[in-house]
């Protein structure tokens, strides 16, 4: 079994910051591609950011110079900090990631966390 624990979302006003960090558990050989996606009231979930094993990070281009993606390998997490935030931004924000489990090494999963609400106004 692996889980996915995300943290840190909350209410702030617009131009603040959060950072969110999720964490995977459980029985991982190794976690692979990690991500960040959003789902807003009314709206379908999309991708905000991910980032591979190696460190290599893709946006969506309205969080383009506003968020970062990062990762810590021996701690199965990954992070997002989100700077300049606007109303827009207001969404459940989900972790996922790519995890290969210690009785099936040569096969990844993607895995999902419940994900932690956003809410940016003033």
């Known amino acids: 079994q692996v889980q996915l624990v995300e943290s840190g979302g909350g209410l702030v006003q617009p131009g603040e910051s959060l950072r969110l960090s999720c964490a995977a558990s459980?029985?991982?050989?190794?976690?692979?591609?990690m991500g960040w996606y959003r789902q807003a009231p009314g709206k379908q979930r999309e991708l905000v950011a991910s980032i591979t094993r190696g460190g290599l990070a893709n946006y969506a281009d309205s969080v383009k110079g506003r968020f970062t993606i990062s990762r810590d390998n021996a701690r199965n997490t990954v992070y997002l900090q989100m700077n300049s935030l606007k109303p827009e931004d207001t969404a459940v924000y989900y972790c996922?990631?790519?995890?290969?489990?210690?009785?099936?090494?040569?096969?990844?999963?993607?895995?999902w966390g419940q994900g932690t609400q956003v809410t940016v106004s003033s």
């Open positions: 996922n990631g790519h995890i290969a489990t210690v009785t099936h090494r040569t096969y990844e999963n993607v895995y």
């Open positions: 459980g029985s991982i050989f190794t976690t692979n591609a």
